[in-house]
């Protein structure tokens, strides 16, 4: 079973649209998690923490809920530069602190 | 802002040939972390580094894989024996260990191909 799971998309929106994402994952022990951005052949770069009492970031809102075990990612007003692939991260907080990724929802957005 | 660095930004050997990842984690952070990334698909997993020791490893990193911080800054990934299928992105993360605790950063990547 995977630990992180999230659909691949791609999700193709045109500029100004708002997009959200979905993750679930399995560990019901996972203490921490994460939104990251990586660009393509980049290092992937922390976009939000993610809160039990939802967070917002801008044009970004995270939500976590701990008894469905399912992440959240919504993008409002689209911009070119959110072009990206979103992966979903989870801290599973044992003796090491490793992080656990999804495969990553490729967004394309479009003028 | 301080960030990771990483040397070299790529890196093509032949097989079987040994080969060194360097990478300077942000200063006075605490946890130390090597992740690749095999083209196309996710990023996994492969050390972790706290106290001059290793605190964890994967399945992934074998007998041919070692970890090193030599000298309080530098963080080394070595591969003795390189594999065709070790060619990947290699990333390398630090974590500051404090009240952040959880949030890793992420330096550029070392991308691997093994001939």
């Known amino acids: 079973r995977k630990e992180v799971e999230q659909d691949p998309g791609p999700f193709n929106v045109p500029e100004g649209a708002t997009v959200a994402f979905n993750c679930t994952y399995s560990?019901?022990?996972?203490?921490?998690f994460f939104w990251y951005r990586q660009d393509c052949r980049k290092e992937p770069k922390l976009l939000m923490s993610?809160?039990?009492s939802g967070n917002e970031d801008g044009r970004f809102t995270a939500q976590l809920n701990r008894a469905s075990q399912y992440i959240s990612l919504l993008i409002r007003d689209s911009k070119l530069s959110d072009s990206a692939t979103y992966l979903c991260?989870?801290?599973?907080?044992?003796?090491?602190?490793?992080?656990?990724f999804g495969s990553g929802t490729r967004l394309l957005v479009r003028p | 802002e301080p960030e990771v660095t990483q040397t070299p930004s790529h890196q093509v050997t032949q097989m079987g040939q040994e080969v060194i990842l360097r990478c300077v984690p942000i200063?006075?952070?605490?946890?130390f972390y090597w992740y690749r990334q095999i083209l196309g698909q996710k990023v996994e997993f492969l050390v972790s580094?706290?106290?001059?020791?290793?605190?964890?490893k994967s399945e992934i990193f074998d007998d041919q894989f070692s970890v090193e911080r030599p000298d309080g800054s530098n963080f080394t990934l070595k591969i003795r024996s390189t594999k065709l299928e070790d060619s990947a992105m290699y990333f390398c993360?630090?974590?500051?260990?404090?009240?952040?605790?959880?949030?890793?950063?992420f330096g550029p990547g070392t991308r691997l191909t093994v001939l």
């Open positions: 991260v989870v801290n599973e907080a044992d003796s090491s602190y490793k992080l656990i």
């Open positions: 560990n019901s022990a996972s203490q921490s």
């Open positions: 993610v809160y039990s």
């Open positions: 200063s006075n952070h605490l946890y």
């Open positions: 580094f706290y106290n001059n020791e290793i605190s964890e």
């Open positions: 993360a630090s974590e500051p260990g404090l009240e952040d605790i959880y949030t890793q950063y």
